[in-house]
């Protein structure tokens, strides 16, 4: 008896240890390669469009219908980002273009994710509610500035309004969608279980339309930074919108570019905040997780 539990001891190993820590091993070194090899791809593509840009401008390729023939070179760009650094403007110009995004951006955030919550939920709210929001939805930031010249007292409240117009409406849409996304089983089990309607919501409703939330605050925050820019150059005495319109009336090319730049690197900073926050506060959320 003896003899034979030995032999089945050692004729019926567990194999499934080893098995896991293989793999786990053979997983972990591929984060961090995976990684590497896409930073490396995009600073490519990056240095790639900029090097086509250098030659475009160089040769002042004309192909008809476009020019670059009075398109500043980065040769010429990079000078003039240099002396804005260290121009005492600068942080005038930031502080008064975050300060409009961050207001406007948080005010859309607030009333976007809870009108879409409500409307998501309820039909009479988005048979009362949509129609009106769905009207003014297309009408570009450009056009609001006479009004909200007129209802403000003031330039900078006009100004956050504009921001907040642009940000509202990704913001809204994206979370009734991820709000009627969610599974009616879901719900009713919650119901079934004794949950109240506020507990629904914070423990069922929220967290399921969270991903979608997260994506339409993510469109937002570039949104704002379009619509901001475009009432700062109308309205506006400081701001990155400002300094860039200012450029274009005082012929300085070069700084004209050099704002552009500036738009585009914090709006894709704080577009890319918003979803490194989104991602840390939806764990149970991955997509794309079999992506090559």
């Not at 005038?92 to 207001?103: C, D, G, I, K």
């Amino acid at each position: 008896m003896a003899a034979t539990l030995e032999y089945v001891d050692r004729r019926s190993p567990d194999p499934m240890p080893p098995v896991k820590q293989d793999a786990a091993s053979a997983a972990a070194p591929r984060k961090p390669a995976l990684a590497t090899r896409r930073n490396a791809v995009r600073f490519v593509s990056l240095a790639l469009a900029i090097g086509l840009w250098q030659l475009a401008a160089h040769y002042e390729l004309s192909l008809g219908v476009v020019s670059m023939r009075s398109v500043p070179a980065p040769t010429d760009v990079i000078p003039a980002l240099w002396a804005l650094l260290h121009s005492p403007k600068l942080p005038m110009h930031l502080a008064a273009s975050l300060t409009r995004v961050l207001a406007g951006f948080g005010a859309a955030a607030i009333v976007g994710v809870g009108l879409g919550l409500a409307i998501g939920r309820h039909r009479v709210l988005e048979d009362a509610l949509l129609p009106p929001l769905e009207v003014l939805r297309p009408i570009p930031a450009v056009a609001w500035i006479p009004l909200a010249v007129l209802m403000f007292p003031s330039s900078e409240l006009s100004m956050m309004f504009i921001t907040f117009i642009g940000a509202l409406f990704p913001i809204l849409l994206n979370t009734v969608h991820g709000v009627e996304a969610i599974d009616a089983r879901l719900v009713a089990t919650a119901r079934s279980l004794g949950t109240r309607r506020l507990a629904l919501y914070t423990e069922v409703v929220l967290p399921g339309a969270a991903p979608a939330i997260f994506t339409g605050l993510s469109i937002g925050m570039g949104t704002a930074w379009f619509c901001l820019v475009t009432a700062e150059m109308i309205a506006g005495q400081y701001g990155i919108g400002y300094f860039t319109w200012e450029s274009y009336t005082l012929q300085n090319y070069a700084d004209i570019v050099v704002g552009m730049a500036l738009i585009g690197i914090l709006g894709m900073s704080s577009s890319l905040l918003v979803k490194r926050i989104g991602r840390a506060l939806t764990p149970w959320y991955r997509l794309g997780g079999a992506r090559q």
